[in-house]
């Protein structure tokens, strides 16, 4: 009972100043922008979701965003449309002022006239009846359409008709210019005029049926209504009673639109009337046609004003106040009455009435001051300002400054404490109202600015400040131990949802979400469009409503809560939340469910029983499909076109056809700038490209086959259309790669094998025998010649072999009479290298091979001699061999062998000192046809220090034979010092 002493008082003391800044999201569209003319007489939406426009300049065709008009050049018989109607069938009909009828396919316009038997030429209505027929209300009469002519209905007198309309019952209404109206059911005929009825004027300008049979009857002075066998005359708000409507539609919310001819609109939700003029955003009260589309807006033509849009009912805004425009609204409260109070930055202070917003002429703090926030207690309002606190009520509004206690006179918000007491937070920190003063709440470490205050279900008092988030416990700020680990600055806002999670607005960290005293941090990585969050309002709907610095969010909690995700509706200005920012803790919900924003601009309403959440899928229509990106004619190529796409049928084309690029558009009339899309061509690549902005694509170099084309679009919010749209073409290939031709091709070609197979034939049976006498003689003397030349060579290697052994001889017995040490290991070095060829010998006299060698054989016999010579058993130094089995050729076979000679031996003197034991490990790998790898390792001692530079100053000689070899075997050899040492020869054998 506190407000209406308080605010009764208030109001008496102060005068006031009342505006109805009353506007709603409205867009416009005119020349400047590409509509043909400023008059749009006509307006209806097509299946595709183009929207046609009847103009005293052509047809247009509106997507959105692109105007494209149809003139006489186009074969259109007149640009003076009068009015437009698509029947069940989907066919555009067209009707002129001046030159009657034409039917639109879709790429050429049909005339209907004196020769179909059309006699009139200006065409005022159209509609369909029950059975398909089109009807028309002419200056002449009404007529008919059959399959081929245009008949005249008899019925009813021929004078002149402004509208027609048949009713789901199958009655037909018509509108007269002069002469009232007619209902004509079966063979009944009814007439209603102004002298004899309700009918407020004999001059019908529009008719439309609503559902539960109402038909509703625009007149040129008034609205009427036949409900039954009534007829009526509606009441119309204000001065409207006698207003000349012109025409009606009904939007998706079953609302009735009324447009009057220079009165503005009337929108009628069977229980009242909201009048729409200039001042609620209209260009012009002038309004000429209407239409909805499938999207929930309304379309209005407009005479002289172009083309204009209402959409997104859910939001009502209070921008423009007379004197006072697009305030800063930055304060929202309500009253125990109910009435939602608001406040600007500049201290301008108002009650939402229901005429509209009440501005006080005049405030107890000075005009500048920011008004932060309202406090309602059981006696008194308390307001938060830049100015310290007011209270008002109690008699005369009282303030609270620096005399009081106050640390800073900039106040944000205020909020009971658990304890009964006021708590404010203010620019310097946390205050408490006692015995009339203020008494700072203490901080352990220092001073702290608090930007908000909440208290919770669990009767806790919360802080939002600079700092991070606090508690009031026992007279102190506290931060919970939760939360300390988060280190977050500027907490501005706090909420708690109906389940007692905490919800708190860290700007540009994130939102934070408190539940069973857990913390979880909410980013852009977790699906946050923007971590820039001001205020946030757990709704009475288990939303929560997210404010950033440049969008609205709406979230809905239980998925946020059970599976952490982000599911939220966006409002920005294309989606009707105009307010474009939202001021800090300026958000409220009314008993009503209703929501109320204070923006930058002013302050906006939210209305949810209108948002009615409809997934809005683009409606996606393939434009053209050009050929190597050029303009195309198909028709003169020879294709037959769609009537409802303008698109080739069956499209089919030539090999060094396969240059194609798409050009497609996604109709989304609400916000057809948010439209994106993604695409693929199937047969070509299966996967879908990225998303993008970009309404084309092209196709190069095609190969012949089948491809479908596929394409999907997704809306502002986040609905990607179900289906995708297709078209499905082929690409034929060349004659030479047909099936039949090939088929031909390979029977000719086999005709002819076959023929000249005969033919040889005959002549190889005759060859034949001959052939073999000469071959079995030859292959005996072959066979000879060649045991021979194996005898002889296997003599040759003996005595190669024999010979070999007599140099060994000679060798050891020259070793005997040499003192010198180096010069023994010379000797030695020599014997081993000689050995390993006399080996070589013994093996090729020994088998049947006289050309290739095993080299796995070839390596043990040179090992096993060198472990011998140098007296080295394998005990000690175990040999382990990996040879794959490789024959090669004698030269190959001699410098492999030498080169394992060399680093053998190398290994068997130097590796393993002092009766050390080890590994001596051969390995050869097979990388491909030619190429080999031959590695020898040890497990010893290791190469000496200086190895490396006597390699480089070719001092040594095994070195220089070594790598001489690897040269002859077109490979290079690398030493390595790990572990021990390994040789590795990198070689090529001839194939």
């Known amino acids: 009972m506190y407000l209406p002493r308080i605010f009764l008082i208030l109001c008496l003391l102060l005068a006031t100043a009342a505006a109805h800044g009353q506007q709603y999201n409205i867009r416009s569209w005119t020349l400047e922008q590409g509509l043909p003319q400023s008059q749009v007489m006509a307006i209806q939406q097509d299946h595709s979701g183009f929207l046609w426009l009847a103009t005293r300049a052509g047809l247009s065709r509106f997507n959105g965003i692109n105007f494209h008009t149809y003139t006489k050049d186009d074969g259109l018989s007149s640009h003076n449309i009068a009015t437009l109607y698509i029947d069940s069938r989907r066919r555009l009909w067209i009707g002129t002022s001046d030159a009657g009828l034409q039917l639109f396919d879709g790429s050429s316009f049909e005339q209907y006239g004196p020769d179909q038997g059309l006699d009139a030429q200006n065409i005022a209505g159209i509609a369909e009846g029950k059975d398909g027929k089109v009807w028309l209300a002419t200056d002449k009469g009404v007529y008919y359409l059959t399959d081929t002519r245009v008949q005249k209905y008899d019925a009813l007198p021929a004078i002149s008709y402004t509208s027609i309309l048949h009713t789901p019952s199958g009655d037909m209404w018509a509108g007269s210019q002069q002469d009232g109206l007619y209902k004509v059911s079966g063979n009944s005929i009814s007439h209603y005029t102004s002298e004899e009825s309700a009918l407020p004027h004999n001059q019908v300008t529009a008719l439309t049926y609503a559902r539960g049979g109402t038909v509703w009857v625009g007149t040129a002075a008034g609205l009427a209504k036949v409900s039954g066998d009534t007829l009526s005359q509606a009441q119309l708000p204000g001065q409207l009673d006698n207003s000349h409507i012109t025409s009606f539609t009904h939007d998706r919310y079953d609302n009735l639109w009324i447009g009057m001819q220079r009165d503005g609109l009337l929108k009628y939700d069977g229980s009242s009337f909201t009048y729409i003029t200039r001042r609620s955003g209209l260009r012009t009260s002038r309004i000429t046609a209407l239409a909805a589309d499938t999207e929930g807006n309304v379309w209005i033509g407009t005479n002289g004003y172009g083309l204009q849009q209402y959409r997104a009912p859910w939001f009502v805004h209070y921008f423009d106040f007379g004197a006072i425009s697009e305030p800063r609204v930055t304060a929202v409260g309500q009253d125990n009455n109910g009435v939602v109070w608001f406040g600007t930055d500049e201290g301008e202070l108002a009650r939402m009435l229901p005429q509209g917003p009440e501005w006080l002429a005049s405030t107890p703090w000075p005009r500048g001051a920011t008004i932060y926030s309202f406090l309602p207690t059981a006696d008194a309002m308390w307001v938060s300002t830049s100015n310290g606190i007011w209270r008002l009520g109690r008699g005369a509004p009282k303030r609270y400054a620096d005399e009081q206690g106050l640390p800073s006179p900039d106040v944000y918000q205020g909020a009971t404490g658990p304890d009964g007491k006021l708590y404010f937070a203010t620019a310097g920190g946390v205050v408490t109202l006692a015995q009339d003063s203020l008494k700072p709440v203490p901080y352990a470490n220092g001073s702290i600015k608090a930007n908000t205050l909440f208290r919770d279900s669990q009767d806790r008092l919360w802080v939002g400040a600079d700092q991070g988030a606090f508690l009031v416990e026992q007279g102190r700020l506290v931060q919970p131990p939760a939360l300390q680990d988060l280190h977050l600055t500027e907490i501005r806002s706090i909420t708690e949802d109906k389940e007692g999670v905490l919800y708190f607005a860290a700007f540009n960290s994130g939102l934070l979400l408190l539940r069973d005293n857990k913390p979880t941090l909410y980013t852009s990585s977790e699906g946050l469009p923007n971590e820039a969050?001001?205020?946030?309002?757990?709704?009475?709907?288990?939303?929560?409503?997210?404010?950033?610095?440049?969008?609205?969010?709406?979230?809905?909690?239980?998925?946020?809560?059970?599976?952490?995700?982000?599911?939220?509706?966006?409002?920005?200005?294309?989606?009707?939340?105009?307010?474009?920012?939202?001021?800090?803790?300026?958000?409220?919900q009314t008993p009503d469910g209703h929501m109320w924003f204070g923006t930058t601009k002013g302050l906006s309403h939210y209305l949810?029983?209108?948002?009615?959440?409809?997934?809005?899928?683009?409606?996606?229509?393939?434009?053209?499909?050009?050929?190597?990106?050029?303009?195309?004619?198909?028709?003169?190529?020879?294709?037959?076109?769609?009537?409802?796409?303008?698109?080739?049928?069956?499209?089919?084309?030539?090999?060094?056809?396969?240059?194609?690029?798409?050009?497609?558009?996604?109709?989304?009339?609400?916000?057809?700038?948010?439209?994106?899309?993604?695409?693929?061509?199937?047969?070509?690549?299966?996967?879908?490209?990225?998303?993008?902005?970009?309404?084309?694509?092209?196709?190069?170099?095609?190969?012949p086959g089948d491809y479908t084309f596929e394409l999907l679009a997704r809306n502002t919010d986040g609905d990607w259309t179900p289906q995708p749209l297709t078209y499905t073409f082929s690409i034929v290939p060349p004659i030479w790669r047909r099936e039949w031709f090939v088929g031909?091709?390979?029977?000719?070609?086999?005709?002819?094998?076959?023929?000249?197979?005969?033919?040889?034939?005959?002549?190889?049976?005759?060859?034949?025998?001959?052939?073999?006498?000469?071959?079995?003689?030859?292959?005996?003397?072959l066979e000879r010649q060649n045991r021979e030349k194996e005898i002889l060579l296997q003599e040759i290697h003996h005595r190669v072999k024999n010979n070999l052994q007599i140099v060994i001889s000679m060798l050891n017995l020259q070793a005997r009479h040499v003192q010198d040490p180096e010069a023994k290991d010379v000797m030695q070095a020599l014997r081993s290298r000689v050995r390993s060829m006399s080996l070589l010998h013994e093996r090729l006299y020994r088998h049947d091979d006289l050309e290739q060698i095993s080299l796995e054989e070839y390596f043990l016999e040179i090992c096993e001699s060198l472990y011998a010579s140098y007296g080295v058993s394998m005990d000690r130094v175990e040999l382990e061999l990996d040879i794959p089995y490789t024959k090669v050729d004698l030269d190959a076979a001699i410098t492999l062998g030498l080169i394992v000679n060399e680093l053998v031996s190398n290994t068997l003197k130097y590796a393993f000192p002092d009766g050390k034991h080890g590994v001596l490990c051969i390995k050869l790998v097979k990388h491909d046809e030619v190429q080999y790898t031959l590695t020898i390792s040890d497990n010893g001692r290791g190469l000496p220090e200086d190895f490396f530079e006597k390699q480089q100053n070719g001092q040594s000689f095994g070195l220089k034979l070594v790598q001489s070899l690897s040269r002859k075997l077109d490979g290079n050899i690398s030493f390595y010092n790990t572990h021990g040492t390994k040789s590795i020869l990198y070689f090529v054998l001839p194939s």
Not at 658 to 686: A, C, M, T, W
Not at 760 to 770: A, D, H, I, T
């Open 533 to 588: 969050i001001k205020s946030v309002y757990a709704d009475a709907k288990d939303n929560l409503w997210v404010a950033t610095n440049r969008e609205l969010l709406k979230v809905q909690l239980p998925l946020l809560r059970r599976q952490g995700k982000f599911a939220y509706r966006l409002y920005t200005s294309p989606s009707g939340f105009r307010g474009q920012e939202v001021c800090d803790n300026a958000m409220l």
């Open 608 to 703: 949810p029983d209108l948002d009615r959440q409809h997934p809005l899928y683009p409606q996606l229509v393939l434009t053209n499909v050009l050929l190597h990106s050029s303009p195309t004619n198909w028709q003169a190529l020879g294709y037959s076109l769609d009537s409802l796409t303008g698109l080739p049928r069956d499209l089919r084309l030539r090999h060094t056809q396969n240059h194609l690029s798409f050009n497609f558009h996604g109709i989304s009339l609400s916000d057809p700038e948010q439209v994106v899309y993604k695409y693929r061509l199937k047969g070509y690549d299966d996967t879908w490209s990225q998303v993008t902005e970009r309404s084309f694509t092209t196709y190069a170099n095609l190969s």
């Open 744 to 781: 031909v091709l390979l029977l000719v070609f086999a005709g002819a094998v076959l023929s000249v197979v005969r033919l040889r034939e005959r002549s190889l049976v005759k060859m034949n025998s001959l052939l073999e006498m000469k071959v079995d003689h030859r292959t005996r003397l």
